[in-house]
């Protein structure tokens, strides 16, 4: 059974601050990794990392995978009031067509 | 934008009721899916469709069921409703492929 863990669970930090939420994996048959970002509502997609994307980047975000020691990590830096969220990660089993999510961090950002 | 909406916010129910959650999305997606989340243990999946008519149980389908009549429409059925299944309810579609899954904003569920 796949299984995907996030760490920390929670986590607080100061407007400006830089953050390293990390996603470690066991699976049987990877396809790719996602992020998403979960507010008060419906989580939204951040970012898909495949063997042929191991990094991605969008504006203060950014992401990377690492196959070899199974695990991804999502960074935030300048970190924002606005970045407080659930950051979600999830491999996605192509053989049985749905994805395992970990437990999440909850990341509190601080004026 | 994909847009995946599910019928309520908020809903009370009581113990014993039969409880229906329906989902809609309109970008002629295959795949649907049904997950509750609850503080500290992530999101779980409950059931998933990949066509009309067709469904899989995912890692929580005990006190569930569920109905896909429509390929928009994916309906989440309490068929007894137990205060162990207060929870938040989320649902997601996805197209074909490894593709992000889009999810509605959630109803969130009491059962008194």
């Known amino acids: 059974e796949d299984k995907v863990v996030q760490s920390p669970l929670s986590l607080v930090v100061h407007e400006g601050d830089t953050v390293t939420l990390n996603c470690s994996y066991e699976?049987?048959?990877?396809?790719?990794l996602l992020w998403y970002k979960q507010e008060k509502k419906a989580p939204t997609f951040l970012f898909m990392l495949?063997?042929?994307?191991i990094e991605k980047k969008s504006g203060r975000l950014s992401s990377i995978l690492d196959k070899k020691e199974l695990f991804s990590i999502l960074n935030i830096t300048a970190t924002q009031t606005g970045d407080s969220a659930v950051y979600l990660c999830?491999?996605?089993?192509?053989?049985?067509?749905?994805?395992?999510f970990g437990d999440g961090t909850t990341l509190t950002v601080k004026p | 934008d994909v847009k995946v909406t599910q019928s309520s916010r908020y809903l009370v129910k009581r113990t014993g009721e039969k409880v229906f959650l329906e989902c809609v999305q309109d970008m002629d997606h295959e795949n649907m899916f049904w997950y509750r989340q609850d503080p500290g243990l992530g999101l779980r999946l409950i059931y998933f469709s990949y066509d009309v008519k067709m469904k899989e149980k995912g890692d929580i389908p005990e006190g569930y069921s569920v109905s896909r009549e429509k390929k928009e429409r994916f309906s989440l059925i309490l068929e007894s409703a137990s205060t162990n299944q207060t929870s938040m309810y989320l649902c997601a579609s996805r197209g074909q492929g490894g593709q992000p899954q889009h999810f509605g904003d959630g109803t969130r569920l009491s059962i008194l």
């Open positions: 999830a491999h996605y089993n192509t053989n049985a067509g749905k994805s395992t």
């Open positions: 699976v049987t048959n990877f396809r790719s």
């Open positions: 495949t063997s042929s994307g």
